[in-house]
């Protein structure tokens, strides 16, 4: 079993910068993909970034491509994700996930969720 412990979360202003933690428990962590993954009220949630289990290789929503970035420290099981230029349409409950089909995993393909870290980017 594997448990997500998301922090970091809360308010800023737009134009602001979050950086968003999630340790991980367990023993699998240095040998998964990991993601983040987000949802704002009345929508699906969706992809936001991906970074393989070296990280090495890191993918990116169009949307967030050149304002996050995610990041990994296998040694503390913690990824990361640092959030700057933040915009109001960055606002939603962010979801850290551990990954069944590497970084090109959906929603779909996710063995573990977080429970959630709320973020809201005030204009």
């Known amino acids: 079993q594997v448990q997500l412990v998301e922090s970091g979360g809360g308010l800023v202003q737009a134009g602001g910068s979050l950086r968003l933690s999630c340790a991980a428990s367990?023993?699998?962590?240095?040998?998964?993909?990991m993601g983040w993954f987000r949802q704002a009220p009345g929508k699906e949630r969706e992809f936001v970034a991906t970074?393989?289990?070296?990280?090495?290789?890191?993918y990116y929503t169009e949307s967030v491509q050149g304002r996050f970035i995610i990041s990994r420290d296998n040694a503390k099981n913690t990824v990361y994700l640092q959030m700057n230029s933040l915009k109001p349409e960055d606002t939603a409950v962010y979801y850290c996930?551990?990954?069944?089909?590497?970084?090109?995993?959906?929603?779909?393909?996710?063995?573990?969720w977080g429970q959630g870290i709320q973020v809201t980017v005030s204009s």
């Open positions: 367990g023993r699998t962590f240095s040998s998964k993909a």
């Open positions: 970074i393989s289990w070296t990280g090495g290789s890191t």
């Open positions: 996930a551990q990954l069944r089909r590497g970084v090109r995993s959906t929603a779909n393909d996710v063995d573990y």
